[in-house]
């Protein structure tokens, strides 16, 4: 599904990647760790296609509207609220049963009771909740999460627990992370950032 | 149809926005109103109407351009329009709705732009009016793709202007002389033109602009 052959990845003259090759095949997930600033944002963000490898070629076989995406930020607009953030990536991933969908994954991630709160108002927390809907509102093939745990309390991370368990398998996932424990048992391979 | 479903629900996004936030088009009503003030006291008494026509033009190219430095906030912000180039929705559909968006602020500071101006200056014949309409299209087409170029950028308070102005020129030569001559179909048929070609190459373009 991901096959990436002599990637590296430059800005301006700072060279962040260099010379990486793997394969990620569908159904297993990939762990990538490293300290801060060794390149797992920058290497989750050529698979989805965000930015382009200055050395080398990275091969994702998927349409980009299944692939899920979790970035540092949420992605999300925090004028608008919850709900109204979901509505507009339901109607640009075009997913057919946008409310019961998006209503679901609201109540599962415990923001059902402030959905129609503005997202400037949310902690970190409650943000990287909801940038979780969002990633997982149009049922994507692929998986790409960049520090899943980040900000979040106890009983969230073993909501993000629940969903890895539940995808390991059945999709494909990169999964990016400094605090590698929780995602070890179920990564089939490992990729170490220097 | 899916591509007007998407440009509706990005158009009605943006709207909203503003009616949320209140950035954007209070500043350009007000900055425009001001520029019209500021120019009616600094023009002479015996000016001719060509040189306030002119000033008229400056003062929405100017609104324009204070608009267009803001359309991409919400975007910057969370690194939003991220979330939006990876939709599977043609990414043309993002510049279509910013530039409709755009051109509703544009309208409204028009709206009020244009009595303003015949307060202060000339009476507001049809063939301004149409003028104003005609270019609104091209600005905002020109600008929406410059402003979302610019927003990728650090120095995007500079760069957009600068991108901008030049690019725009016609748009004040094709509005002052259809507002100015007797016989303003001419330029009036120019402004359609430059709208015609911008628009396709902005549309066409965009995707580029957005993805590294």
Redesign the interface.
Known sequence: MIQARGVGRRFASKRVIRDLDFEVRAGELLLVTGPNGSGKSTLLALMAGLLAPTEGEIEVDLPRGRIGYLAHEALVYKELTALENLELYGRLYHVAERRETTGALLERFGLWEVRHQRVGSFSRGMQQRLALCRVLLHDPELLLLDEPYSGLDASARSLVDDVLAEAAGAKTLVVASHEPEHVRPLATQALALA | M?YF??VA??AR?DI??EL??RDTLPAMLLFVVSALVVFHFSLPSDASATASTGLLWIALLFTALLGLGRAFT?ER????L????????DRSAIWLAKSLGVLAFLGVAEALALPAYALFFEPVGWELVAAVLLANLGLAAVGTLLAAMAAASRARELLLPLLFLPLVIPVVVGGVGATVVDNPGRYLGFLALYDLIFAILSWASFEYVV??
Do not use: F, H, N, W
């Open positions: 899916t479903a998407d629900a990005l996004k909203l926005l949320r936030s919400a912000e969370q690194r939003v991220d979330g939006l180039v990876l939709a599977p929705c993805a590294e």
